[in-house]
T-cell receptor, first 111, second 116 residues
Framework: DAKTTQPPSMDCAEGRAANLPCNHS???????VYWYRQIHSQGPQYIIH???NNETNEMASLIITEDRKSSTLILPHATLRDTAVYYC????????????FGQGTELSVKP | NAGVTQTPKFQVLKTGQSMTLQCAQD?????MYWYRQDPGMGLRLIYY???????DKGEVPNGYNVSRLNKREFSLRLESAAPSQTSVYFC???????????????FGQGTRLTVV
């Protein structure tokens, strides 16, 4: 599975968009990009995933570059409850689709 | 719909004691996982089970054993607990999606284990 690189921490003002970057330069053609978040030591929560097209759901948008070597998770209107650690994960389809977590980005949303 | 249920939520063990962490899911998922998370760190995969009857090692399997009892249940056993195994343990499950891809994983709320 490809490794990911994320900034260790970011700040965002409440109500503004939070843009969380992730580098995955060794991603292979059959690997998806997944995003999870973990709020205050709770179990991680799924946010979104994609292969090569941009994706949007009720929580966030995922923008994947054309070469698929990086992606950005966008929380369009961050709230205080979005303060969490955000994990970008590259996941293949074999071996049970195991999830390997990195260190993640600690996002602090400030009033 | 309970999702992924872990028991117990908290446990204190003495060094050398054994215990089994239980995990059950009610979503008919094929794949199940055990992770540990040390303070200030990300999650590390201990073992996973791609389907009933199969188990495989993850990143940090030493000191642990697992049993996929049936499709619903996946247990993690510490045969001889050590202080280095003090951690929060998370169980997760997921289901195959399109193109034979497992889609999102659902996590339990964790078991907080202290070994003294």
């Amino acid at each position: 599975d490809a490794k990911t690189t994320q900034p260790p921490s970011m700040d965002c003002a409440e109500g503004r968009a939070a843009n969380l970057p992730c580098n995955h330069s060794t991603i292979s053609g059959n690997e998806y990009v997944y995003w999870y978040r973990q709020i205050h030591s709770q179990g991680p929560q799924y946010i979104i995933h994609g292969l090569k097209n941009n994706e949007t759901n009720e929580m966030a948008s995922l923008i994947i570059t054309e070469d698929r070597k990086s992606s950005t998770l966008i929380l369009p209107h961050a709230t205080l409850r979005d303060t969490a650690v955000y994990y970008c994960i590259v996941r293949g389809y074999n071996q049970g689709g195991k999830l390997i977590f990195g260190q993640g980005t600690e996002l602090s949303v400030k009033p | 719909n309970a999702g992924v249920t872990q028991t117990p939520k908290f446990q204190v063990l003495k060094t050398g004691q054994s215990m089994t962490l239980q995990c059950a899911q009610d979503m008919n998922h094929n794949s199940m996982y055990w992770y540990r998370q040390d303070p200030g760190m990300g999650l590390r995969l201990i073992y996973y089970s791609a389907s009933e009857g199969t188990t495989d090692k993850g990143e940090v399997p030493n000191g642990y054993n697992v049993s996929r009892l049936n499709k619903r249940e996946f247990s993690l056993r510490l045969e001889s607990a050590a202080p280095s195994q003090t951690s929060v343990y998370f169980c997760a499950s997921s289901t195959p999606g399109t193109n034979h891809m497992n889609t999102e994983a659902f996590f339990g709320q964790g078991t907080r284990l202290t070994v003294v």
